[in-house]
């Protein structure tokens, strides 16, 4: 993960084009571009990134390169986000959340933090639990990942679905609660029975994780 370029408000001095990744500093570092309706608070913002209208990145916040914080989406201070990560409009980030690189943040998803939170009782970030998103995981549209999971690598949570326990690498789930439904590939097609991808990858399943995990054999 890559997050060592400062980022206060807007960035001054970006030429280029935000849309196409292309901005740079005048120095020639490719730069974070922040929409001016945005608001970026963090320091650690990695190059590439792009963070659009409405959105608010608090201080402290860690956000990885080439990442697309999208139109009202909300990072918490201790939210860590790896390279390549997708937060669609609407996305709230709180504290205890860690998502690896490459994962899909579908619109409207949901992130709790606390398992039984009350107005008048206050807790501190020891008191949340932690929820881990790891690398190549979408997590779709109005999906609801309760606290203390962790979601697989390339596991595939579809959109309405209520997480409620963890979701092992290459999961497909979906309902509420989130029930198993198949398997997928990297590239995002779902795979057979003998869990060949049409992309020509084969997969194999995996003890340890109870999940799959690509056949190098």
């Known amino acids: 993960m890559t997050a060592d370029v400062a980022v206060h408000g807007a960035v001054d001095g970006v030429v280029g084009s935000a849309v196409d990744g292309a901005a740079t500093t005048a120095g020639g570092v490719r730069a974070p571009f922040v929409h001016p309706a945005a608001l970026c608070e963090s320091d650690q913002v990695g190059p590439g990134t792009r963070v659009w209208a409405f959105a608010h990145v608090l201080p402290g916040a860690v956000i990885g390169a080439d990442c697309n914080i999208c139109d009202h989406a909300f990072v918490e201070s201790e939210v860590r986000l790896g390279d390549r990560v ?89 309902g509420n609660p989130a029930r198993h439904i198949g398997w997928m590939c990297a590239c995002g097609e779902r795979l057979g029975d003998d869990l060949a991808c049409s992309c020509g990858t084969r997969h194999r399943m995996d003890s340890a994780s109870g999940g799959v995990v690509t056949d190098h054999a």
Not at 121 to 150: E, M, Q, Y
Request: charged share 15%.
């Open 86 to 174: 997708t937060v669609k409009n609407n996305v709230a980030l709180f504290n205890g959340l860690t998502v690896e690189n490459d994962v899909f943040l579908g619109p409207n998803a949901v992130f709790t933090n606390d398992y039984n939170p009350r107005a008048t009782v206050k807790k501190t970030s020891d008191d949340l639990l932690p929820t881990v998103i790891r690398s190549g995981a979408t997590i779709g549209a109005n999906a609801t990942i309760v606290c203390g999971v962790t979601i697989g690598e390339n596991a595939f949570i579809g959109a309405g679905t209520v997480v409620i326990r963890d979701v092992p690498p290459g999961a497909m789930v979906v």
